[in-house]
């Protein structure tokens, strides 16, 4: 079964610090998002990423996030200086397709980037 | 907002009983999927269900979906231990929402 993997599985960062969340989709996935979940809360939407662009992307995504997907594998997300509330866990996953449309698709999600800010 | 949201928040039952989370939503609809999380895990993907479809079956999972009334369940049949887990519902408006999710704790 292809995965979405994501690295590290934990991160501590002292507030102020860059972090770069790393994830691998599945090989011919060609949506690419990441989402948080804060710690007891709902999961929540950060950004979508097709065709080495963002597609949308939340309100919680500002100028302090960005995502890139450098080398055609891997799609990142960094948060230029984190602050106490950046910690959460952090999921990447990917989708053949956007789910808006028919088929059976559901996204892959990978299993999660707990980042805690210190 | 348009996150959905489910009930119950949380739900404990025994082993082999049946358990139902339903979920209702704001938006208008393509499709609807179910997730399931292990505590400080990932999201797994359950099931999708489109929005011409009013039930689908996958194993021990049932999902209806009522667009009518914006709203779906879940039913985990026959339940394990193996079950305890968090489940969110998942659609698709203008962005990908979650619910708030039903933490499900089966009692062995």
């Known amino acids: 079964e292809p995965e979405v993997t994501q690295t590290p599985s934990h991160q501590v960062t002292q507030m102020g610090q860059e972090v770069i969340l790393r994830c691998v989709p599945i090989?011919?996935?060609?949506?690419f998002y990441w989402y948080r979940q804060i710690l007891g809360q709902k999961v929540e939407f950060l950004v979508s990423?097709?065709?080495?662009?963002?597609?949308?992307k939340s309100e919680i995504f500002d100028d302090q996030f960005s995502v890139e997907r450098p080398d055609g594998s891997n799609f990142t997300l960094k948060i230029r200086s984190t602050k106490l509330e950046d910690s959460a866990m952090y999921f990447c996953?990917?989708?053949?397709?956007?789910?808006?449309?028919?088929?059976?698709?559901?996204?892959?999600f990978g299993s999660g980037t707990r980042l805690t800010v210190v | 907002s348009q996150q959905g949201e489910e009930d119950p928040q949380a739900l404990s039952i025994q082993e082999g009983e049946n358990a139902t989370m339903n979920c209702s939503y704001k938006?208008?609809?393509?499709?609807l999927q179910w997730y399931r999380q292990n505590s400080g895990r990932g999201l797994v993907h359950l099931i999708l269900?489109?929005?011409?479809?009013r039930e689908k079956h996958s194993g021990r999972l049932r999902v209806t979906l009522d667009t009518s009334k914006k709203s779906s369940s879940l039913l985990i049949t026959a339940s394990r231990a193996a079950d305890t887990a968090s489940y969110f519902c998942?659609?698709?408006?203008?962005?990908?929402?979650f619910g708030t999710g039903t933490s499900l704790t089966v009692i062995p």
């Open positions: 269900i489109r929005s011409n479809e």
């Open positions: 938006t208008s609809i393509n499709n």
């Open positions: 998942a659609y698709t408006g203008n962005q990908f929402y």
């Open positions: 996953a990917s989708s053949p397709r956007r789910t808006g449309g028919f088929g059976d698709y559901g996204y892959t």
């Open positions: 990423f097709y065709n080495n662009e963002i597609s949308e």
């Open positions: 090989s011919n996935h060609l949506y």
